[in-house]
C-alpha cells in the first residue's frame, strides 16, 4: 500500500539541517520573465529558520531576487521501497548586507560547487514550511 504523510515544520526543520551542504533547488519568478528553478548547495542556518547560500555578483539568480518571494526544496528517494519524501520552504528571498551577519554564515564554511567566484550571501527565510512522505511497501526510514 502507498500513502502520502503530512511532514510538520519541526521535522521540516530538523531534515533542513540534516540536508544542510548537499543541494537543493530554489524557484523565483523574475518579473517579466518565466519562472525559474536552479540547484544551489546550501546550509540551513536554525537561529534564522534560512536556507543560506552563495552566488555572484550579477548571476541570473541574484537578478531573480529581485521578485522577493522563492521557495527552496530538497527531496529523497528510494526507487527500490518506492518511498521519497520532500520539504519546501517559502520565504522572502534577500541578499545578506551586514558584516556581522555574514560573518555568522562564514562559520558554515559552504563552499559552492558551482565554478566561479560566489561572493555574495543569498537567505530565505521560511515563512512556511511544508513537507510529504510517499510511503510504499518498506516501512520509512527518516533521512536525518
Given amino acids: 500500500m502507498i500513502e502520502f504523510l503530512e511532514i510538520d ?8 539541517v540534516a540536508a ?3 543541494v ?3 524557484a523565483l519568478s523574475p518579473s517579466a520573465a518565466p519562472p525559474m528553478i536552479r540547484p544551489v548547495n546550501f546550509a540551513f542556518d536554525d537561529r534564522t529558520q534560512s536556507v543560506v547560500f552563495r552566488s555572484a555578483l550579477g548571476s ?12 527552496f526544496e530538497i527531496d529523497g528517494t528510494d526507487p527500490v521501497e518506492r518511498a521519497g519524501w ?3 520552504i517559502v520565504g522572502e528571498a534577500k541578499e545578506v ?3 556581522a551577519e ?16 560566489k561572493t555574495h550571501w543569498v537567505r530565505i527565510r521560511a515563512t512556511s514550511a511544508s513537507g510529504r512522505r510517499i510511503v510504499g511497501r518498506g516501512k ?5
Avoid at 9 to 16: G, H, I, K, N, P
Avoid at 140 to 144: E, K
Fill in 60 to 71: 541570473k539568480l541574484r537578478e531573480g531576487l529581485s521578485s522577493g518571494t522563492a521557495a
Fill in 97 to 99: 548586507t551586514d558584516p
Fill in 24 to 26: 537543493g533547488r530554489i
Fill in 140 to 144: 520509512w526510514v527518516s533521512p536525518g
Fill in 86 to 88: 520532500s520539504v519546501i
Fill in 20 to 22: 544542510s551542504g548537499g
Fill in 9 to 16: 515544520r519541526d521535522d521540516c526543520m530538523r531534515m533542513l
Fill in 102 to 117: 555574514i560573518d555568522q554564515l562564514e562559520d558554515f564554511e559552504l563552499k559552492p560547487w558551482a565554478p566561479g567566484v
